[in-house]
């Protein structure tokens, strides 16, 4: 594993043939066998490039639009509960009781309440979210499937290796999350109960964040969602996010979430290729999401927002990527392989910003005006 992933094509094609990957095409590659973890192999065949800048330097104006910025920043101006919001972090980081700043009282609760177990370390584990197509067993799998938080029931038997999800209709939805040695532990070992409670506590308080930053605005027309949505890769592997944005009556995604209950520079390898897949699945599944953007050059390509929250601290990923990008992911080799191969390698960049750190005012205020112009633009 090296110690950063690829930033470049050259990059890329190094490590590509470094590991003995002939083509480096994701259909030529073995099934995925992992659960939880994406390996580096298989990432390569996604064909993803990396962008990682500081906070300080993301740009609003290259990502949003002018006139939803404006609207953005005017309104929260406007708004008593975001200035009592603001003004209270350090009041309450020093030991005062959590404020009463109407709106954002629980998206402030949430993001103490996670602040506080910043020493809790279980980034050597966490419930997997990249699931093998072979390990699904529900005769009910469709091209995507929202699915909404339930509760774990136990089946019987001396070693358990399934989950069965039970929703309040009676219907049961069970999948294997890949074989038992693939499994580090099981769904009711203490630490998975622990790690699956602070992860709850990290989702709420994003999606708290979220929704109470943009609900109040006129031309808001989608919800922050806490629902998780799964998307399906073909026949390869399926993701799930920990939230997406529902744009109208649509229902249509128009960014996808993801937590994590630890520090993403603890594990910032395997966070990035597990967003990777993700995203690469949103695209493979919902090829017409996305928000087409031209370059003063003329260049064609199409965006994509993944926002994470890794313990206290919030990453913005725009991804952008063209057609030909597309047209590979989808290509299951039934076009031409001499045709195909005398095209242009193409890849998706992910222009990861942050941390935008949820106890910093300044930091807060910054992202409240994104998130609240990127929703505006969603709702168009």
Known sequence: ???????????????????????????????????????????????????????????????????????????????TSWSKYLDSMGKTLAGAPIADVGTFTLAQYYQLRV??????D???????K??????????????????APTTPTRLSGKKASRVVLTDDSGELDSFCPGSEENLIFGPWHP?????TNDE??????????LNSTTMHHPDVRADWKMHKRFFKFGNLFEASTDGYLEKGQSGEVGAILEVKAYIREDNILQIQMQESARMA??????PDDGELHRSASGKESTRRLLISQDNHEIYLTFAEYDAAYVEYLRDNGSQDSSETAKRPRSFMRMNQFGPWDTTISEHMKQLGHIVLAFTIQQSH
């Open 122 to 128: 279980h980034g050597n584990y966490e419930l997997p």
């Open 1 to 79: 594993m090296p110690q950063r992933l690829p930033r470049t094509a050259s990059e890329w094609a190094r490590e590509v043939k470094n590991h003995g990957l002939s083509d480096g095409n994701i259909h030529n590659v073995l099934e995925y066998k992992s659960t939880s973890k994406i390996e580096f192999e298989r990432y390569l065949c996604l064909r993803v490039i990396w962008r990682v800048r500081k906070q300080a330097y993301f740009k609003p104006s290259d990502w949003l639009p002018g006139d939803a910025l404006v609207k953005a920043e005017e309104f929260l101006g406007t708004m």
């Open 130 to 147: 990249i699931f093998p197509i072979a390990g699904r067993t529900s005769s009910k799998t469709t091209e995507q499937t929202e699915l």
């Open 200 to 209: 709850l506590k990290v989702n709420m308080a994003l999606v708290f964040f």
């Open 115 to 120: 602040y506080e177990d910043i020493d809790k």
């Open 281 to 286: 699945a949103w695209i493979f599944a919902n």
């Open 191 to 195: 630490l998975t109960i622990s790690a």
